[in-house]
């Protein structure tokens, strides 16, 4: 199937700083992305759907302005948390589907961990 | 969305059949039944997904109700990788690219070597 990456894995920064995560498909083309929060033990929240080319759509709930999407190309989408605090502390994951196709299966990253001291 | 409800957790023993139960009674006519799972530590991964007939892949089966208000997640024969969450989502037909998946509590799936 096909391979979304995220970088980092793993990111440990002091709380008011800024983080940058990357999503990237690799051997497909992706016009949207999804970007999800997961706090442990729990499931899986939507935070925002990245599209390229556009502003990204926000779920309720979610700063959009804390959590800065861009989707510059077909294979590439950031996520920044902007002034992070302890409670940013969290498991983010991406997806992506293929922009070619009805695409029926969603292809998830491996996450990045996200500790804010 | 509609609502997808699962029990907590599960417990089977190795190389045993697992059946996960997902109830879906809101569903509509053109809902698919998606089913991801997730192990420990790593993002979702598709399992399988159906309409209306029951689905077979390399992973599991899918049985769908006649009613399409429930479906059961099958795993032929289970091994200690299949140790995750198992979550059971609905998902309108998609006309083009992607749609954002709703993602439930899930099946916390525990196997027993």
């Known amino acids: 199937g096909a391979v979304v990456s995220q970088h980092p894995s793993r990111v440990i920064c002091k709380s008011g700083t800024s983080v940058k995560i990357e999503c990237r498909s690799l051997?497909?083309?992706?016009?949207?992305m999804f970007w999800y929060r997961q706090f442990p033990k729990q499931s899986l929240m939507l935070m925002a759907t990245s599209n390229e080319g556009s502003k990204a759509t926000y779920e309720q709930g979610v700063e959009k302005d804390k959590f800065l999407i861009n989707h510059a190309s077909l294979t590439l989408s950031t996520l920044t948390v902007t002034s992070a605090h302890p409670e940013d502390s969290s498991f983010y994951i991406c997806s992506a589907g293929e922009a070619d196709r009805p695409s029926y299966e969603q292809y998830f990253g491996p996450g990045t961990r996200l500790t804010v001291t | 969305d509609a609502k997808t409800t699962q029990p907590n957790s599960m417990e089977s023993n190795e190389e045993e059949p697992v059946h996960l139960p997902c109830n879906h009674s809101?569903?509509?006519?053109?809902?698919?039944i998606h089913w991801y799972r997730q192990l420990p530590s790593q993002g979702p991964e598709y399992v399988i997904h159906g309409l209306t007939s029951n689905v077979n892949n390399r992973m599991a089966s899918l049985a769908i109700a006649e009613d399409r208000k429930s479906s059961t997640l099958i795993l032929h024969r289970a091994t200690l990788r299949d140790a995750a969450v198992y979550y059971c989502i609905l998902r309108p037909p998609i006309i083009q690219g992607a749609q954002k998946l709703v993602f439930g509590q899930g099946t916390r799936l525990t196997i027993n070597p």
């Open positions: 051997d497909f083309q992706a016009t949207t």
């Open positions: 809101t569903i509509s006519g053109t809902d698919y």
